[in-house]
């Protein structure tokens, strides 16, 4: 009877803080919005501007190909090299097509020509894509012209070989459908140990501490009963975000719905136990908090897959990735929402998941040692 009395007694605590409870339910949602439109993969409405040396229908063909891509928009049409420097410098054109003078010339001789793609490399990943989209689109042009060619010559092209991209679990390569569920990782590695980190530092500082220490409440009880109104309101917090995700992201869920539910329980619980173990180490509320912060939220963000792939870190680092649980929900979460795949290719996630959260569990017993105090 002493773990629902402690779970009870919990629970009246919160519900006495209205206020905070209310923002720890309604905070991850907002940032799960922020975080939704504000972070983009996607490339679109590309700024181009031009300098068209040559201004001929070959060239004028040229320039189509790229505003029919549907990537990019002609903003501007150079007329100097110095206009070139001025729309890249001040950050107007992400891109700037230089056609030499000579381009129609050369192609109607049937000389090899070129086109110069000027871009602004300030993010790296951004102009890689674009660079990609320019390339794909001049590669393009000129299949058409060799097409035009040979049809001249009367030569029909039967043995051409072209690639047919199929892209899998999210065909509309929509940036929102692989940041979305892996935010749900993020966000509840980041607020559930923030609240749980104020609960036995809360009662340090109120003194009510040390009556726990004079009762006899053993450690793993105590612990216990901090844990399961926490881990409430954080499958709580799950629950939300995840109807934010389905209903008003649109992100498509192919796996099974108990099983996702039933990583969830596991995470928000190994979550949970992050701050009460964080709680057992500091003195203050404020340091409680801080240290939550550093330990839970900057990780996840960074070390989980959640934005830049792992496999892309330094080696240290990949090794590093694997202490952080964000890093296996990250992947239980988009694989079951993208991949819609089963417990057989989840269960490594899923055992070290629980086996974080039970070893944590008793290393904060360990810690949580009743003292008289005199």
């Given at each position: 009877?002493?773990?629902?009395?402690?779970?009870?007694?919990?629970?009246?605590?919160?519900?006495?803080?209205?206020?905070?409870?209310?923002?720890?339910?309604?905070?991850?949602?907002v940032m799960l919005f922020l975080f939704g439109y504000a972070i983009s993969l996607d490339v679109k409405d590309i700024s181009m501007a031009?300098?068209?040396?040559d201004r001929t229908q070959e060239s004028g063909s040229l320039i189509e190909k790229f505003t029919s891509s549907g990537y990019f928009k002609l903003k501007y049409r150079l007329d100097s090299n110095k206009e070139v420097d001025d729309a890249l410098n001040r950050g107007r054109a992400t891109v700037v097509i230089v056609i030499p003078p000579d381009f129609s010339r050369d192609i109607n001789s049937f000389?090899?020509?070129?086109?110069?793609?000027?871009?602004?490399?300030?993010?790296?990943?951004?102009?890689?894509?674009?660079?990609?989209?320019?390339?794909?689109?001049?590669?393009?042009?000129?299949?058409?012209?060799?097409?035009?060619?040979?049809?001249?010559?009367?030569?029909?092209?039967?043995?051409?070989?072209e690639a047919v991209p199929r892209v899998l679990y999210n065909p509309p390569m929509k940036s929102v459908n692989y940041i979305v569920p892996g935010l749900f990782a993020v966000?509840?590695?980041?607020?559930?140990?923030?609240?749980?980190?104020?609960?036995?530092?809360?009662?340090?500082?109120?003194?009510t501490i040390e009556q726990v220490y004079v009762s006899p409440i053993s450690p793993p009880v105590f612990i216990l009963g901090?844990?399961?109104?926490?881990?409430?309101?954080?499958?709580?917090?799950?629950?939300?975000?995840?109807?934010?995700?389905v209903l008003w992201f649109h992100i498509p869920f192919k796996g099974n719905i108990f099983l996702l539910l039933a990583s969830s329980v596991i995470y928000v619980l190994t979550t949970v136990v992050i701050g009460l173990f964080v709680s057992t180490v500091t003195k203050t509320q404020l340091g409680a908090m801080l240290l939550s912060l550093i330990v839970t939220f900057m990780p996840s963000f960074l070390f989980?897959?959640?934005?830049?792939?792992?496999?892309t870190m330094p080696y240290m680092l990949q090794l590093y990735t694997y202490f952080?649980?964000?890093r296996y929900f990250n992947d239980i979460s988009r694989d079951l929402f993208l991949k819609g795949v089963g417990l057989e290719y989840l269960w490594g996630n899923i055992l070290f998941l629980a086996v974080y959260a039970a070893a944590l569990f008793v290393l904060v017993s360990l810690r949580f040692k009743k003292k008289i105090t005199r």
């Open positions: 009877m002493i773990l629902p009395a402690l779970v009870k007694k919990e629970a009246k605590e919160i519900l006495r803080d209205p206020v905070t409870l209310g923002v720890a339910i309604m905070l991850p949602l031009v300098y068209d040396q000389r090899k020509t070129g086109v110069q793609v000027l871009l602004d490399g300030s993010f790296s990943a951004t102009a890689m894509i674009v660079s990609n989209y320019a390339a794909a689109i001049v590669n393009s042009y000129s299949a058409d012209l060799l097409k035009r060619y040979l049809g001249k010559k009367g030569v029909t092209m039967v043995h051409s070989v966000l509840l590695m980041a607020f559930p140990p923030m609240l749980t980190a104020l609960a036995i530092v809360r009662e340090k500082e109120r003194g901090k844990t399961i109104p926490y881990a409430v309101i954080a499958f709580a917090e799950m629950l939300l975000v995840l109807a934010a995700g989980s897959g959640f934005l830049f792939p792992i496999s952080f649980p964000a």
